[in-house]
């Protein structure tokens, strides 16, 4: 299995690498080889830090270059920063766009007596039908870290509480996202990254 | 729901744990990669490993410890020690850790918050700050005594007003030493984690003091802890963090359960 990872130079891949290389995925990284991602069998999307960073896809051509791929049905995971590109964009970066695959924007948590960023571990609420999330039972954790977040909609795959309900994780088709990091996630985290791995994809996005 | 996170803290010195949380019937009590991965095992929700010499010469040591113990392990590692540039960071995260802590470092020179996080971004960067009630201050817990150098001298800076400034650089989170409670056993300095907590609006991991189940407990309510290091308590009749969090999850804690 054959995985490209994009490097948008946004922090660190190394948590990533590791574990898709631990559940046997054969990883390449490219930062503007467009080829590497044509040829991939899987995309993942990393991303810590800003949204404003994911200017870079764009200016590398890696933007049009995963569209493509997505719409030949090449299943995509995006990560934290990595899922909420999927979207029309972020508060973060208004002038940023995001890949709009699903429509609506991200935003920031509301203003509350706790804290924001979102950090630890926090539970999912998977709705029925998620192939991503399929194996991952009630009371089941993930590790979270981030500020802004996705909204509910059709798409969403899981729900978590932090403030306010948002989007854990977003599937449609072949393309998915999830807020939280699987890489860190101990083996629950594993065990979603290996129903991506051996995710068999539908027709087409 | 979000749940209280259990930190298990490794102190190593020369590439072997020297101190922190060690097991009697574990072959090589001293191997940091072996006991991260039991701890993470056993239910730990977050692995830091602390580089206790620091030495130049210690760096490539440190590096090939960082490697071998992040090679296997899938829950977030923090690493701290010697940590000066962000050449040195890099380094430390290349090798795989997800957060680095800086202290003294950051203190010298507080532009070194910025630059890590801008990089990495913030969610990589634990400032930890290592801090003693000043009984002259008119707030004796709100300014008490920020130290540098392992505690051994004092930064001229109040915990409340650099934590601030640590938040507004772009740190992630706080690693909170109460250097009046550290190794008593007698509980956290909740006082001082609370004012901390309630002053930044990032997570605050409060350090030092535990002995009980209750001082945790305490910690989390009063002290508005977001994380505890659990060290030598796992000595005192706790076996493991999964022991711990049931006791607390008895008493009213959210944590992560079953881990």
């Known amino acids: 299995m054959r995985v490209a990872v994009i490097d948008y130079k946004a922090g660190n891949l190394t948590s990533v690498l590791k574990a898709l290389r631990y559940l046997g995925a054969e990883v390449v990284v490219t930062d503007a080889d467009l080829a590497l991602v044509e040829n991939a069998e899987r995309i993942v999307l990393p991303g810590v830090g800003h949204f404003q960073a994911t200017e870079r896809l764009d200016a590398t051509g890696l933007t049009p270059a995963i569209r493509k791929a997505i719409a030949r049905g090449v299943p995509f995971l995006g990560i934290c920063v990595g899922m909420q590109w999927l979207y029309a964009g972020s508060s973060e970066a208004p002038q940023q766009p995001g890949l709009g695959h699903f429509a609506e924007g991200c935003a920031r948590f509301p203003e509350s007596h706790e804290k924001v960023p979102h950090v630890g571990w926090n539970s999912l609420e998977v709705r029925s039908g998620s192939r991503l999330l399929a194996g991952v039972e009630p009371g089941e954790f993930v590790y979270f870290t981030h500020s802004y977040k996705a909204p509910i909609t059709a798409d969403t795959a899981a729900i978590a509480h932090y403030i306010e309900p948002f989007s854990a994780s977003v599937e449609h088709r072949n393309v998915m996202g999830v807020q939280f990091h699987p890489e860190k996630s101990g083996t629950t985290g594993l065990k979603i990254l290996r129903s991506f791995l051996s995710w068999e994809a539908t027709e087409s996005a | ?259």
Request: charged share 25%; aromatic share 4%.
């Open chain 2, 1 to 259: 729901m979000i749940t209280k996170r259990i930190i298990a803290c490794l102190d190593v010195h020369g590439g072997r744990v020297v101190k922190g949380v060690q097991f009697v019937d574990l072959i090589d009590a001293g191997d940091p990669a072996a006991l991260a991965a039991r701890h993470a095992r056993e239910g730990a929700d977050e692995i830091v490993l602390l580089d206790i010499t620091a030495t130049h010469e210690g760096r490539q040591t440190l590096l090939d410890t960082v490697r071998r113990t992040a090679r296997e392990l899938f829950v977030p590692f923090a690493v701290g020690g010697g940590i000066r540039s962000a050449v040195d960071a890099a380094q430390v995260f290349e090798a795989g850790a997800d957060k680095v802590s800086i202290n003294s470092a950051a203190l010298a020179n507080p532009l070194l918050i910025d630059a890590i996080g801008r990089s990495f971004g913030a969610q990589a960067v634990v400032v930890a700050i290592d801090a003693r009630r000043d009984p002259q201050a008119v707030d004796p817990v709100r300014d008490a005594q920020v130290f540098v150098q392992g505690g051994r001298k004092p930064a001229g800076r109040r915990v409340v007003e650099w934590a601030r400034e640590a938040e507004a650089r772009g740190a992630g989170e706080i690693l909170l030493t109460s250097m009046d409670s550290d190794g008593t056993r007698a509980g956290f300095d909740c006082e001082l984690t609370a004012a901390v907590s309630e002053s930044v609006s990032i997570p605050v991991i409060a350090s030092g003091g535990a002995g009980t189940v209750d001082h945790f407990v305490d910690v989390f309510g009063r002290g508005r802890a977001d994380a505890a290091l659990a060290a030598s308590i796992f000595h005192f009749g706790i076996s493991s963090a999964r022991a711990l969090k049931e006791e607390l999850a008895r008493a009213g804690v959210s944590v992560r359960l079953p881990c």
